[in-house]
């Protein structure tokens, strides 16, 4: 598949907090390409409240992470070559850094599943978060409206 051009190597995941004004519940998306199309993509409301910008971005991570795995798999079963490191852009440095913390603090401990999910793919080093500016974050547009210079 190399000859065609098909690539499977980076993911963008982004959250909004409490970004619906009707119960304040937070929104969060992700998308995939495989080379320069988009193939896999998802925005959802989240199951419950959060408190904090962090916990709404890592949670989002989660699926993101979980879905670069299925996809990674699915390319693998197709015989599709699929490079080892799979790189999800985020523009929340806290998020980013609770994958990488091998210690818990007691203010994160709800987080405890999601961060033995994405922290064990980020020590395999098949999944790797890497810091993307908000302004270059693809997928705000399945988190926010969009200003209209963006479009």
């Given at each position: 598949?190399?000859?065609w051009g098909l690539m499977y190597r980076q993911g963008y995941t982004d959250a909004d907090w409490a970004g619906d004004a009707s119960d304040r519940r937070s929104?969060?998306?992700?998308?995939?390409?495989?080379?320069?199309?988009?193939?896999?993509?998802?925005?959802?409301?989240?199951?419950?409240?959060?408190?904090?910008?962090?916990?709404?971005?890592?949670?989002?991570?989660?699926?993101?992470?979980?879905?670069?795995?299925?996809?990674?798999?699915?390319?693998?079963?197709?015989?599709?070559?699929?490079?080892?490191?799979?790189?999800?852009?985020?523009?929340?440095?806290?998020?980013?850094?609770?994958?990488?913390?091998?210690?818990?603090h007691s203010r994160t401990k709800h987080n405890e599943v999601h961060y033995h999910f994405?922290?064990?793919?980020?020590?395999?080093?098949?999944?790797?978060?890497?810091?993307?500016?908000?302004?270059?974050?693809?997928?705000?547009?399945?988190?926010?409206?969009?200003?209209?210079?963006?479009?």
């Open positions: 598949m190399k000859d929104t969060s998306g992700f998308m995939f390409s495989l080379g320069i199309a988009v193939v896999v993509w998802s925005n959802k409301k989240q199951p419950t409240m959060a408190l904090s910008s962090t916990k709404v971005e890592y949670r989002g991570t989660t699926v993101a992470t979980y879905e670069a795995i299925w996809l990674r798999r699915l390319l693998q079963d197709l015989r599709i070559e699929v490079p080892t490191l799979i790189s999800i852009y985020c523009d929340n440095i806290n998020s980013m850094q609770l994958a990488k913390n091998p210690l818990f994405v922290r064990e793919w980020v020590l395999n080093g098949e999944v790797e978060l890497q810091y993307i500016q908000t302004n270059q974050q693809i997928a705000d547009i399945f988190t926010k409206p969009l200003r209209f210079d963006k479009f």
